[in-house]
């Protein structure tokens, strides 16, 4: 059973860091892109960042600068770094990998930046 796990959410002040981890285990096969998203309250759920298996980016216009997509395809674990965070970028960030027999979902954790 193919499961993604997040970790590495929490509560942060403005201006603050947080790095996540997407452990992907199970018999997923080899993976090819692999995302975030983040869903804020009320809002539809939108891509943050995403990574090839070489290595190639895509960040979201609100991130770029501030957050930094990476993967060890070794051990099948992307993360996201996330610096200069603001209220904005508070929501609950999921990872996702896509492949030719349907789209993994991780649960989520939750990333609050408040004051």
């Known amino acids: 059973q193919v499961q993604l796990v997040e970790s590495g959410g929490g509560l942060v002040q403005p201006g603050g860091s947080l790095r996540l981890s997407c452990a992907v285990s199970?018999?997923?096969?080899?993976?090819?892109?692999m995302g975030w998203y983040r869903q804020a309250p009320g809002k539809q759920r939108e891509l943050v960042a995403g990574i090839t298996r070489g290595g190639s980016t895509n960040y979201a216009d609100f991130v770029k600068g501030r957050f930094t997509i990476s993967r060890d395809n070794a051990k099948n674990t992307m993360y996201l770094q996330m610096n200069s965070l603001n209220f904005e970028d508070t929501a609950v960030y999921y990872c996702?990998?896509?492949?030719?027999?349907?789209?993994?979902w991780g649960k989520g954790t939750l990333v609050t930046v408040s004051s």
């Open positions: 996702h990998v896509p492949t030719i027999t349907g789209a993994y």
């Open positions: 199970g018999s997923i096969g080899t993976i090819y892109t």
